[in-house]
């Protein structure tokens, strides 16, 4: 390489580029490791052909290139092969957002027929494959293309069938149960990765229910995205250091959340109420409140004895089961 006054990277990078591709570096590298020992065998942790490659990928990949390159320069014989990742729910979804389906698996394997589908998914990894090679290229990767494996491939898919076969009747492998996220529309079982895919942030629905207390005429006011927990709440949470506000609503008096009381009356559209005072969580702990569905409830509930407990976080007022909070108890009789 000559040797200049300025530095420019991407001269350099194609200078190198052309030298490269001037030499045979696979009969140089063999020449010099061959009947050295034992061979190395890598095997790629195969990149998913649906989509190009990012930053996460060329940190990974530049890695493994190091740790070849390394072990070649320690005379060591390393089978260093990619691998394409062909099959699997990405793939699928990609060929279906082409062909313009919608619906569930069977509806659009009756729709364009599953030759058509498996076609398109074969497109697909053509296609990305060939810019993943590219950028394989611009990185100076060492992989050895000409014999890398494709997981769509009869003898792939058989081999690890074998792989199976083998695990099972060694004992490796069992029958058990497992509870997994599962795609209805998709028809199969979904990894974390799958599920992270489709992931969207969305309003949880929430509703406010007030319980009377039973030695003051106030009622508490509690939010919850739960409702189906109202039956066996054993108790109401606060935060002992917390301020709660009483407020006079339409002649009720209700108890909230100081840091909360903006937000429900814009909630629930109150636009008149006063307030009357103010005082910590703490002084509601151990007070008895009746549970709001004794009513519809016909079953004998009993009493039950709640315990104090303390937060550092509870904000307002909110249902609970569990010994956690400072609390507000239940009368159920």
């Not at 079982?189 to 039973?214: H, M, R």
């Not at 937060?311 to 909110?318: D, I, V």
Request: proline share 3%.
């Amino acid at each position: 390489m000559e040797l200049r006054g300025k530095f420019v990277a991407i001269d350099i990078e194609q200078e190198i580029r052309r030298y490269l591709d001037s030499i045979d570096l696979n009969s140089l590298i063999a020449n010099e490791t061959s009947g050295r020992g034992e061979s190395i065998c890598y095997i790629e942790g195969p990149p998913t052909m649906n989509g190009e490659p990012h930053a996460g990928h060329l940190r990974g990949r530049i890695i493994k290139d190091l740790w070849y390159r390394y072990n070649v320069l320690q005379k060591r014989n390393v089978v260093f092969r990619a691998g394409w990742d062909s099959q699997g729910l990405p793939v699928e979804l990609q060929a279906e957002k082409e062909l313009g389906l919608t619906g569930n698996k069977i509806d659009n394997i009756r729709k364009v027929g599953i030759e058509k589908i498996v076609a398109t998914c074969k497109k697909i990894i053509k296609m990305y494959n060939e810019k993943w090679i590219l950028v394989d290229k611009l990185l100076g990767m060492s992989f050895d293309y000409k014999n890398a494996y494709w997981t769509f491939r009869d003898e792939y898919i058989e081999r690890e069938w074998k792989f199976l076969e083998r695990a099972w009747k060694d004992h490796l492998l069992r029958e058990w149960f497992r509870v997994v996220a599962y795609c209805p529309s998709c028809q199969t079982s979904l990894s974390n990765a799958e599920v992270n895919e489709g992931y969207e942030t969305v309003e949880d629905p929430s509703f406010y229910y007030k319980v009377k207390l039973s030695d003051d005429n106030a009622y508490l006011i509690i939010w919850t995205t739960m409702p189906f927990t109202i039956v066996t709440d054993e108790m109401v949470a606060v935060n002992p250091g917390q301020d709660y506000v009483r407020i006079i609503v339409e002649q009720e008096e209700w108890l909230v959340g100081q840091d909360r009381l903006e937000g429900l009356v814009k909630d629930l559209q109150i636009s008149e109420y006063s307030r009357v005072g103010v005082l910590k969580g703490r002084d509601l702990e151990g007070l008895r409140y009746q549970h709001p569905l004794l009513s519809v409830c016909r079953c004998d509930l009993g009493q039950r004895n709640g315990t104090s407990l303390t937060s550092q976080w509870a904000r307002g007022l909110s249902g609970c089961r569990t010994k956690k909070y400072s609390c507000v108890h239940t009368n159920r009789r």
